[in-house]
């Protein structure tokens, strides 16, 4: 590394400057209707699979009483489904439904066609376009080495 850079001072401004891009995209109103625990509880049951209430509550660390709000109203825009669970009758399984899986796409494309407007908008000029685009290999390799 260059003696002229502090790693530490790297590190800041880097989680700082990343921070605000990715509170900035949850902030700004994309079309899609959920809300962030709506999105966060799809998101988690999408990537781990069929499972209950409470278990999602613990893997996403809220109650299990806010989580069941949150899976009510999923359920009743028909984008997670509910059933018995096959080996124990007493259970029941969330799963989500193909409106769903839909519904996370929509909102990642929508948050995606969000920053490729910014970046459009004449904000950038081709160089900084093309210095964003040579940074997502290296995000990438520092997210792995975390």
Known sequence: ???????????????????????????VPVDGGLTMPERTA????????????????????ITAQAMGATLSA??????VDRRPDPNDGRRMVLSVTEAGRQALRDKRNARMELIARSLTSGAFTRAELEQLASAVPLLERLAQHI
């Open 1 to 27: 590394m260059n003696d002229d850079l502090d790693p530490d001072e790297v590190a800041s401004v880097l989680l700082a400057g990343l921070s605000a891009l990715i509170r900035r995209v949850r902030q």
């Open 42 to 61: 799809l998101s988690h049951l999408d990537r781990s699979g069929p499972t209950t209430s409470s278990a999602l509550a613990r893997q996403v660390q």
């Open 74 to 79: 999923l359920r009743a825009r028909g984008l």
